[in-house]
Structure formats: C-alpha cells, structure tokens
C-alpha cells in the first residue's frame, strides 16, 4: 500500500497536478511585469538615471510620510480596531462600512474629499482659514493627510481581526484584579495582538508608500516638498523612461526587503 502510494503520489496527486496549472499561470502574471521591469534597467547608467528621476529627495520624502503615517494609524487606528471587535449594536456595521471605504474609493476621488474637506474654503480648513487665517501648506503635512486616508483602513481591519481572536475573558480577569479599561488595553490587549499590529503597520506602509491618487489631487507634486516617489516615476515617464524605470526598481527593491523582513519577524 505505501509502495502504490508513494508511485502514484498519493490521492491528492491528481488535484494538486490539475491546480497547478492556474497556480502557475497566477505566479507568471505576477512575476512577469517585475521580471519585465528589472530587464529594462540600464545598470551602467544607474546613478545618473535616478538623479534625473530625484530619486534621492523623493525617496526621502516617500520614507518621511510613509512612517509618520503609520504612526498616526498605529495611534489612532489601534483604539478605533478595539471599538469595533468589541461592539456590538446595529449602527457597526455602517461603522465599519465608513471605515472600509477608502479601500474602494478610487484614490482621486479620496483625493477631492480631501480637498473639500480640509482645503481653504472646505468644511473644515475654511473655517479655520476664517478663524486663525492658517491653511494647511502644500508640504509633507497633505501628504501625510493623504496617505493616512487611504491606508489606515488596511491597518484597522487587521488589527480588529486579531483582537477579535482574543479571548474576550482576558478583559474579564484583568477587570477582576483591579485594573482599568486603559490598563487592559494597553498591557494586555496590545502585548497580544502584536503580530497583527505589526502586519497592519506593514500593510498600511505599503499602501501609503504607493499611494498616487489622493496624494496628487490633495497634495500636487512639488518636487522636495510633496512629491513622493510615485509621484516622481509618473514625472519621470514623461520625460525619461530610463528615469522612471530606475526609480521604479529602487522602489521595488525596497518594499520588497521590508516586506520580506517583516514577515519573517512577525507573520511566521
């Protein structure tokens, strides 16, 4: 019997050998265009190529915004995750609705909102326009604005879904020995729902890292001040591709060391 199975390969042989084929064609159209995109880079003009992009200074911002984002989202999405794996009632699922919505708003549409909501004259930035004469500058500050928008979403789900994991009767022990709602919550809760946390942090940076949309209708693309690096690969593809391609691959490059460190910190 263990020499027929160990010939045919056993019962789920067949299945795995019919799967295979649209695993591998699912694997080919997500390799191909990266495999595309480092075939096109120049080498021996690297260093010139991202210095037409400016790459350095978008870069730079692109790391600035990206992790004052998650840090915004990390501060106030942990809290808002906690309220929503603990509520109950009609009114949570249309919390979680408003929540979720950025994730399927197109990005220049979150980008009008944003604008109407916190620009001169919009419901929020024009009354303080009226009241203290300040106007949010086009700086890193849209930026972030922008990005926190659009990714703290991704943070949020995650972080929820962990602490819906959690065995509810932790909160009731720690209440038993006298401890607060803020002292659960931030010695017991967050200890134990670190690896969400920290792939929802993932998550978040690399939605706000390839953020475009929002960030150019919001933001605009002011080199050193509010152009970000995809905003800088757009700029770049209209004027040297070679540019654009170079910038493109240091992208890549770097979301894929962080992605690949993170989950093999956290997510194992």
Do not use: K, N
Not at 12 to 26: C, D, E, F, N, Y
Not at 35 to 40: I, K, N, Y
Not at 146 to 155: D, G, H, L, R
Not at 214 to 237: C, E, K, W
């Amino acid at each position: 019997m263990t020499r027929e199975r160990a010939t045919t390969g056993g019962p789920g042989a067949p299945a795995r050998s019919v799967l295979a084929i649209p695993a591998a064609l699912a694997l080919v159209l997500l390799l191909l265009p990266l495999v595309a995109l480092l075939s096109r880079v120049r080498w021996g003009s690297l260093g010139s190529a991202l210095s037409t992009a400016g790459a350095g200074e978008a870069v730079s911002l692109s790391i600035r915004t990206t992790l004052t984002t998650v840090v915004l989202s990390a501060l106030l999405g942990t809290p808002l995750a906690w309220v929503l794996a603990r509520s109950t009632g009609r009114w949570l699922p249309w919390l979680r609705a408003v929540v979720t919505v950025p994730l399927v708003l197109p990005p220049v549409v979150g980008g009008v909102a944003l604008l109407v909501a916190w620009g001169r004259e919009g419901l929020v930035g024009g009354p303080i326009h009226d009241w203290f004469g300040w106007t949010i500058p086009y700086s890193w500050v849209r930026v972030v604005l922008a990005e926190t928008f659009v990714s703290m979403p991704f943070y949020v789900l995650a972080v929820e879904g962990a602490m819906r994991a959690l065995d509810g009767r932790y909160d009731a022990v720690a209440a038993t020995l006298g401890a607060s709602p803020w002292r659960t919550f931030r010695s017991v809760v967050v200890p134990m729902v670190l690896p969400g946390v920290a792939a929802g942090a993932t998550l978040a940076w690399a939605r706000a890292l390839g953020e475009f949309g929002a960030t150019i209708t919001f933001a605009g693309s002011f080199p050193g001040r509010t152009q970000t690096a995809p905003l800088a690969v757009y700029q770049a593809l209209e004027i040297d591709p070679d540019a654009a391609t170079a910038l493109s691959m240091v992208m890549l490059l770097v979301c894929v060391a962080v992605l690949a460190l993170l989950r093999g910190r956290w997510w194992r």
